[in-house]
């Protein structure tokens, strides 16, 4: 630009360092070089932010320049910064277990490469205690264009990093918490029924890049039965995910365990359970299928005499379960009845099931029919009885993994069904009727 009488202005003020500050727009007033470079650096000084000024051409790179908020900050003097690295402020650090070496790494990274950036890391001010000390990074040029030194913005930003610390140790400690409601919602293995040949599948949902989600609300359990009442299975699906689903879904399996003992028909007691926990559930609803199985008959010499079993199915809205017959082809079985949720007076009707030896009733989740293939197309009951037909030798006293081979042919055709796609959770429950021995 031109000045008034021909003359040129002066290239922009340079501090002694060799470092451009850069130019001061001023609308009314002309100020020498001098003068601009001195508001410059009065302005830096008088900054409520510690900033400092590093000259990366030295070596040890060394602070030449603090100002007045630098030492409130870090309680060092100018006096006592200048001339040393910045490292200086976190000495002693990594043995007090804070992490030094990934932020540094990250600043030496900058300055190699001559680039801006902000970094958080953990500093010790001079009576010892620590901050964290978010400082932002930018290269200045000299009147050549060079880098010779760098200006930090320093900032105290301790309390949001020790909030956000706490936050994630509380999501942690929730985590590990729902984690142990799901073991036990889930578990691993059940005590026998009598009589009856037991698998479980659980799988939880997985996101479309292949990581599980959040705690679900499936849950499944098999409880001993009494005088003259058998087994009862339960498997169930609570909505939503996380802590609080998982919590949820804890008090149906409880209540179901409560009242398991004193209630033989498991309509009757999944009324009751849905009269139990309507307050208690908040907003959220549940599917449950209970299977009470009848006590296998005693033969001559006290054992299973392995005739038909009779199984009293209730389905508080939940999916139909699935009857195999070695003879016959898979069939939905179940009268459907009422969710359960934050509600009162649900009705929830008994179906009796005869199951004759080599017989399975294969239980599940909505997970398995609502499983997606890429094309959106669902798998669908159709897919489930189809999975199931495809099982060769479902019958015989020596099928003796059946009720595994079952419950195997779901999983496999959901996963061949979504491909690599995000799947829901999968619970299967599939109880056989064992086969008695071969009469002579």
Known sequence: MVHPRGTRRSAPPVLSTGVRLGDLALSHLQLSDLELGAVQLQALSRMEQAVCLADVTLPGEPLVWVNDAFTATTGYAAVEALGRNCRFLQDGLAELGHDTAGPAAAVRT????????????????????????????????????????????????????????????????????????????????????????VAVRYQPATRADGTR?????????????????GALAVIGDVSGRGPRAAATTAAFQWTVRALSPVLASPGLLLQHVGDVVQDAVGDRFATVAAVRLSPPAAGERGEDDGGDGRAVLALAGHPQAVLVRPDAPAALVGRPGTLLGPFGGVSVPDAVVTLRPGDALVLYTDGVVEAVDP??????????????????????????????????????????????????????????????????
């Open 110 to 197: 900058m300055l190699r490469e001559r680039r801006g950036g902000t970094v958080t890391i953990p500093n010790r001010r001079r009576d010892g205690t620590v901050f964290h000390n978010e400082l932002s990074l930018s290269p200045l040029p000299d009147a050549a264009g060079r880098v010779r030194c760098y200006v930090a913005v320093q900032r105290d930003v301790t309390d949001r990093v020790l909030a956000q610390a706490a936050e994630r140790a509380a999501h942690a400690e929730a985590a590990e918490l729902a984690a142990e409601l799901q073991r036990q919602l889930v578990p691993r293995a059940l005590p026998p029924a009598p009589g009856y040949d």
């Open 213 to 229: 989600g959040e705690v679900s609300g499936d849950f499944y359990d098999l409880l001993p039965g009494g005088v003259g009442r």
């Open 375 to 440: 094309g959106r197309r669902l798998l669908g009951e159709e897919g489930l009885l189809a999975a199931l037909d495809a099982v060769a030798d479902r019958g015989g006293p020596a099928a003796g993994d059946v009720a595994e081979r079952l419950a195997d042919a779901v999983v496999h055709a959901v996963g061949r069904h979504v491909g690599a796609g995000p799947t829901d959770d999968l619970t299967l429950l599939v109880l056989r009727r064992r086969p008695g021995p071969r009469r002579g």
